[in-house]
């Protein structure tokens, strides 16, 4: 076998030997196990069904959605002079028949046979092929069989029934292979072949040359500042993706005027012009190209060293396909992004456009179908731009209309035209034609659920870009977890060295962790979550904890509530860092939701009970607190929230604090009865005291007045009145004073007792 596998690949390849994981898979196929690939490869993948295609006997069959992508292969298997055909959309009917009639044949020529899915749906193809010997069935781009891919196609419904009737007839190898694929996606492909006996090869998700960055800046201009002051301090030829082809617009502005030589493929350019340009770019006399990330996919330049991300990619599939461009070559490269948490907004407005509602596809529809009334005959094209369809029929955005579109052409109701004489609009389909006579809504053949599913999983994938790119952990690990790459992740090791959290967290390590959130900040956090019975968004939360007006808050009586508005000195970025840093410990749960809602965990209920806990995890918390926010531009010094001001809204749980404490119950007493953390309780008093709720006389009873009475020295004769934060005056009072006493110390300095 190796000899003739050998032979066959110098002699119809015309390649001298097998890269990286090829032969296993070749050989796996070739002994008749079904076998899946999921390996971000470029252009070797085929190879590992062509190969054994020509080992095994009979027509090989590949399955794929990328029309561009089958003439592609053809053309090149064609050139080697292997027979190779394709039937899709862009063959018409004489050339089609022209094929099956070759296939109907008991000694095809056809070696390799390319299909779209749709074909799968013709009965007469069905027919005819089941009766061709099938040396093997390749499923390409295997990922869009899944149901959670985004354009998911309703003809692979029927591919494990299509090939159980290929079956029939004889036994071949089934391969699915991606080079995009989840644990979900894995599952699913996985599911729908029917698979049970297969082998699996994943592996190349990590690529050992790559350094992951990441900048969180919101600021326009920091952030143009900082894309050319790294273009300024490196060689190299980049790529620069943003979201939106006005963000294209204007970094490509601002890289002009800061005299950085810069290309973009624009809608606008003449294609003369164009081809100029990318001449230019392909000889290195410019140095970096501004895209949408539609765009690059057939760049083929192997020499880009930097990707930089301008916007929030979509979701780690995205990220990971456009950061791909670079490192061709295998050299050492950079992925940097440079988003903010704002972007998620710009994604968020994607995915509403992307997955219209039912109501809106349905006015759509509608729409379409008044205007048929009004022909002389059917199925005419309705020559409307999308803008135009988008304004007439009610829809607000055009984006809309195009998606809109889609679903209908997706479900057999309309057909849409390229017209591909206009260049300028290449990237907008013109022409709609109805093929389907105007229903009841209710007899729509529309997945409305699967429609649902889909944008439910648009907002989960947002959720985990966002974790990847802006929670502190090893980035690395992440995507190799995130892809299931287990063979990777396994010679990862504790730190990767190549992402920006392994490596500054190294120097983290070493450095000693200041507090930057005060621990009764974690506590009150907490508090809050247990005690709203009611869940509540992570973003809301935010939102209670700075006593924000949004009216929801209002609407649900929020604003009456305990601790409403009590974080309000501290930056929502803060606040969330908090929550996250809470999360990680394992203090909290947040779901994968549209929403994510918080929950308290047992880890939690467990540590109520020993007030010690969160002291032991303060370090690991104030840790997670500065990596997430080392790289964001918020730098105000954070404030502890006992500053001096008055909490008018607050008052009550200071009463109830009040009224256990007039009932003679010790501070802990209080903590376990309220549930709460001892150091909420002891910055009750604190308050109580500053609202003139408790007497002085009481309040020294909790404290000794010499401890006080140190405290006031440090803080006037180390610290010049300073007295925040507190860390620093800890450092220099005697071990035994308690945050506690420096608090009621400062309150009682602001109240001139002291
Ligand atoms: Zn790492």
Redesign the pocket.
């Known amino acids: 076998m190796q000899q003739k596998l050998q032979k066959i690949l110098q002699e119809k390849f015309k390649l001298e030997s097998f890269r990286d994981r090829q032969e296993e898979i070749v050989k796996s196929v070739v002994v008749g196990k079904d076998t899946i690939v999921f390996m971000p490869t470029w252009g070797w993948k085929s190879l590992t069904y062509q190969l054994p295609g020509l080992y095994l006997d009979g027509v090989v069959l590949v399955i794929s959605p990328l029309i561009s992508l089958m003439k592609d292969q053809v053309d090149k298997l064609n050139e080697l002079w292997l027979k190779a055909e394709l039937i899709n959309s862009t063959i018409d009917t004489y050339a089609k028949q022209i094929i099956l009639n070759e296939l109907s044949k008991p000694k095809t020529d056809i070696k390799f046979l390319y299909i779209a899915p749709e074909r799968l749906n013709s009965p007469e193809f069905v027919r005819i092929i089941s009766r061709v010997n099938i040396a093997l069935v390749a499923i390409d781009e295997a990922h869009c069989i899944s149901q959670w891919w985004h354009d998911f196609r309703p003809s692979y419904m029927k591919i494990n029934g299509f090939i159980d009737k290929l079956k029939e007839n004889a036994d071949f190898p089934i391969m699915a292979l991606t080079a995009t694929a989840t644990k979900k996606v894995r599952k699913d492909i996985v599911d729908r072949l029917g698979l049970d006996d297969y082998n699996v090869f994943t592996a190349g998700f990590d690529r050992k040359n790559i350094t992951i960055i990441v900048r969180e800046i919101s600021k326009k201009e920091e952030k143009i500042e900082k894309v050319a002051e790294i273009l300024d301090k490196t060689p190299g030829v980049w790529i620069i993706y943003c979201a939106s082809r006005k963000a294209v617009k204007e970094v490509y502005d601002d890289l002009i005027q800061n005299w950085i030589k810069a290309w973009i493929y624009t809608w606008a350019m003449t294609p003369e012009n164009r081809e100029i340009q990318q001449n230019d770019f392909m000889n290195d006399k410019l140095k970096v190209i501004v895209a949408t990330n539609a765009f690059g996919m057939w760049i083929d330049k192997k020499d880009i060293r930097f990707v930089i991300h301008y916007n929030l990619p979509g979701s780690i599939e995205n990220y990971y396909q456009e950061v791909w461009r670079a490192w061709r070559d295998g050299k050492k490269s950079f992925w940097i992004v440079i988003a903010s948490f704002q972007d998620t907004k710009i994604q968020e407005f994607f995915i509403e456009n992307t997955y219209p509602t039912k109501e809106e596809i349905l006015q759509l529809y509608d729409f379409l179908y008044k205007w048929e009334k009004e022909w002389w005959g059917k199925w005419l094209p309705i020559l409307k731009t999308q803008f135009t369809i988008a304004s007439e029929s009610g829809l607000s955005s055009d984006m809309k209309v195009w998606t809109g579109l889609k679903v209908l052409e997706k479900y057999w109701i309309l057909r849409k035209w390229v017209n591909s004489g206009s260049l300028e609009e290449w990237f907008r389909w013109r022409w709609v034609t109805l093929i389907q006579e105007k229903r009841k809504h209710s007899n729509l053949l529309i997945d409305w659920s699967h429609q649902e599913l889909l944008k439910t999983e648009a907002y989960y994938k947002l959720e985990q870009i966002k974790k990847l790119l802006f929670y502190p952990s090893?980035?690395?690990?992440f995507i190799l977890d995130y892809f299931w790459d287990e063979e990777d992740l396994a010679t990862l090791g504790d730190?990767?060295g190549?992402?920006d959290?392994?490596l500054e967290r190294k120097n983290f390590d070493s450095m000693e962790i200041e507090d930057y959130v005060n621990i009764s900040v974690f506590a009150l956090v907490l508090d809050v979550v247990k005690n709203i019975d009611k869940k509540i968004w992570v973003v809301m939360m935010t939102k209670f904890l700075r006593w924000s007006k949004d009216t929801k808050l209002i609407e649900w009586n929020m604003h009456k509530r305990e601790n409403f508005w009590a974080l309000e000195d501290l930056t929502s970025e803060l606040i969330q860092a908090v929550i996250e840093a809470l999360i990680s410990q394992d203090y909290l749960h947040k779901t994968d939701w549209r929403y994510p809602l918080l929950w308290i965990t047992d880890t939690w209920r467990v540590a109520i009970n020993k007030n010690e806990f969160l002291k032991d995890d303060n370090k690991e918390l104030q840790h997670y607190i500065k990596l997430r926010l080392w790289s964001s531009t918020w730098k105000k010094k954070t404030k502890s929230p006992t500053s001096r001001k008055t909490w008018v809204g607050k008052v009550w749980t200071y009463k109830e604090t009040h009224r256990l404490l007039i009932a003679w119950k010790t501070l802990k007493e209080i903590s376990v009865e309220r549930e709460v953390w001892l150091q909420t309780i002891e910055w009750h008093i604190v308050k109580l005291y500053e609202l003139w709720e408790l007497w002085l006389t009481d309040l020294m009873k909790f404290v000794k007045f010499s401890n006080l009475k140190s405290v006031k020295d440090v803080i006037i004769n180390d610290l010049w009145w300073q007295v925040e934060p507190l860390k620093p005056i800890k450092e220099k009072v005697d071990k035994n004073i308690s945050y506690f006493d420096i608090k009621v110390a400062i309150a009682m300095m602001g109240n001139k007792d002291l």
């Open positions: 090893c980035r690395k690990r730190n990767c190549t992402c959290y392994c």
